[in-house]
């Protein structure tokens, strides 16, 4: 059974951090794609980051290029997204799902995933 656990997520201040990590089990994660989502209130889901299964190419949709940094650890079947310099429109629930090859940022969607966790609240305050 393929499951995704992330964690990390709180309460940040503006200009700050937080480090989010997805462990997965059940995949051998090195064979896939991991791609960060979020979804603010009221919102649609926004893929925010994506690492590929090969050569760990990544690509970040516009407005977190420069602060937000995804990377993993296959050793330990883990992503991680660094955010730094967090702004109050990060505040999200972040997911992390799991594919083949990333979709195209920005107009990925959850659904272009073939599994994804139950997500980790992240909440900036100004």
């Known amino acids: 059974q393929v499951q995704l656990v992330e964690s990390g997520g709180g309460l940040g201040q503006s200009g700050g951090s937080l480090r989010l990590s997805c462990v997965a089990s059940g995949v051998t994660l090195d064979h896939d794609a991991v791609g960060w989502f979020r979804q603010a209130p009221g919102k649609e889901h926004e893929g925010v980051a994506c690492?590929?299964?090969?050569?760990?190419?990544?690509d970040y949709t516009d407005s977190v290029k420069g602060r937000f940094t995804i990377s993993r650890d296959n050793g330990k079947k883990t992503v991680y997204l660094q955010m730094n310099g967090l702004k109050p429109d990060d505040t999200a629930v972040y997911y992390c799902?799991?594919?083949?090859?990333?979709?195209?940022?920005?107009?990925?969607?959850?659904?272009?995933?073939?599994?994804w966790g139950q997500g980790t609240q992240v909440t900036v305050s100004s």
């Open positions: 690492i590929s299964n090969s050569n760990d190419i990544t």
């Open positions: 799902a799991g594919a083949k090859s990333c979709a195209v940022l920005p107009t990925a969607v959850l659904q272009d995933y073939d599994y």
